[in-house]
């Protein structure tokens, strides 16, 4: 249980949540205001890269091409569905470990973020982050892409690394 009893736990996953949720809808206004129209901006040997994109699919624009009321259930209706189902692990898993919750609060700040995009920009979430070095480089996108992100590796990782100690059956 992350914290010592349930109130500490919930305190915890909520300033976690408002503080990512916040964070990724306030950079996203920040590049709506300062990247919009405006060339990329290059950092570090153009290691990061602002640039502002408006992105109509999932993950690298998957199902971007989808007719417009495809992608509204696909990524409005079904997420918000997802969304609602580990919010409610959350709520309901109790002896949930300390880990399994904080990569659960990732997810659903990632997701709760950009269905906020999807909502206000008529199905478009804003991405405006891309990194690399020379020709290699990433996609572009956002904070609460690097929430899903962090919360399916923590979910994910504990699970690959116990597996390889197991004997496996003849």
Known sequence: MLGKGRWTRWLLLIVMASSCI??????????????????????????????????????????????PQ???????????????????ALFW???????????????????VGNLIDRVRFDGLVIDFLNLGVGSLR??????????IT????LLILPRLGSGGDKPHPA
Not at 35 to 46: E, F, I, K, N
Not at 150 to 153: D, N, V
């Open 150 to 153: 962090c919360g399916a590796l």
């Open 93 to 111: 898993q109790t002896k949930m470990g300390a880990i399994p919750a904080i990569a659960c609060t990732l997810l659903l700040c990632g997701a």
């Open 70 to 88: 495809v992608r509204w259930f696909l990524l409005v209706f079904v997420n918000s569905l997802v969304a609602l189902a580990i919010a409610g």
């Open 22 to 67: 916040g964070c990724d809808q306030y950079t996203k206004h920040v590049a709506r205001l300062q990247l919009d129209g405006q060339p990329a901006r290059s950092y570090c040997a153009d290691t990061v890269r602002l640039v502002y994109a408006e992105n109509p699919g999932a993950f690298l624009g998957l199902g971007g091409q989808l007719s």
């Open 138 to 147: 990433t996609g572009i996108f956002n904070v609460a892409d690097v929430a």
